[in-house]
């Protein structure tokens, strides 16, 4: 009985120990998606500020 009792105390700490494990990939993931989605939009943003100006510029050369 006590040898059963440490087997099933051993196989929990691994799957307590697998558990933490995904927990630090999933972290690790979750900052990847969002320091990539932060890029993505940052990018996007700018392009759409470089676009307006143009078009600015533009409708004044063209309505003056």
């Given at each position: 009985?006590?040898?059963?009792?440490?087997?099933?105390?051993?196989a929990l700490q691994l799957a307590l120990l697998?558990?933490?494990?995904?927990?630090?990939?999933?972290?690790?993931?979750?900052?990847?998606?969002?320091?990539?989605?932060?890029?993505?939009?940052?990018?996007?943003?700018?392009?759409?500020?470089?676009?307006?100006?143009?078009?600015?510029?533009?409708?004044?050369?063209?309505?003056?």
């Amino acid at each position: 009985l006590f040898g059963l009792l440490s087997e099933c105390t051993a196989a929990l700490q691994l799957a307590l120990l697998d558990i933490h494990c995904m927990q630090e990939d999933a972290a690790r993931i979750e900052m990847e998606i969002v320091d990539g989605l932060s890029d993505k939009l940052y990018r996007y943003n700018e392009n759409a500020c470089k676009e307006l100006l143009i078009y600015k510029k533009i409708r004044c050369a063209v309505f003056s």
